[in-house]
């Protein structure tokens, strides 16, 4: 059973509601001469159970692997942006880094094998402007919710600073300060 629906290992149909009632009269109307193409309890039928078997979960297998294939390109993605930001380079890098990545990777693994596998997974990363803008974003929406659950949350007083100035030109310019005061008090936590 997949997802609360089982599937027939024969025919590789659905079934909609899981109930033996449902799953007997799919197998007695579609599948009639099963029971004696490969009698009950007999090896014959043993054997093709088993194949069948491993033939639904090798189909299953593959959607899993493009799954993880996916999520472990999404993290490379969110692993250059970090790199990108952090050398205050411009989002629009990323497609030069992956370029370039394709271009190494070309003649670094010329002799492995499976050369072509990861020349396809370097070419699923995603790495143009707009990716590397929602990957930053993405992280700094994560490190404020952070700070605010780890920190700021915990915070028993903060207070504003501001000053009043004027530039060169005689225009006012206004600096406000937010400090946040972190009290630890041995009563909330316990050591």
Request: proline share 2%; with cysteine.
């Amino acid at each position: 059973m997949t997802f609360s629906k089982c599937v027939c290992l024969i025919c590789q149909s659905t079934i909609a509601i899981p109930k033996k009632g449902n799953v007997e009269r799919h197998f007695r109307t579609v599948h009639g001469k099963y029971d004696t193409d490969f009698p009950p309890k007999s090896e014959l039928r043993k054997r093709k159970v088993k194949e069948l078997k491993s033939q639904l979960s090798g189909q299953q297998s593959f959607f899993t692997q493009q799954t993880s294939k996916a999520k472990t390109a999404t993290e490379a993605s969110f692993r250059v942006s970090h790199i990108i930001v952090n050398n205050k380079k411009s989002f629009k890098d990323g497609e030069m880094v992956k370029e370039a990545f394709i271009e190494a990777a070309d003649s670094l693994f010329r002799d492995f094998k499976n050369k072509a596998e990861i020349l396809s997974s370097i070419k699923a990363l995603q790495l143009s402007r707009s990716t590397v803008t929602r990957r930053c974003e993405a992280m700094a929406e994560d490190l404020t919710q952070q700070l605010w659950k780890d920190i700021i949350g915990d915070c028993e007083c903060f207070s504003l600073q501001l000053d009043e100035s004027t530039d060169v030109s005689d225009t006012a310019q206004m600096c406000i300060s937010f400090v946040w005061c972190l009290v630890i008090s041995l009563q909330k936590k316990s050591y």
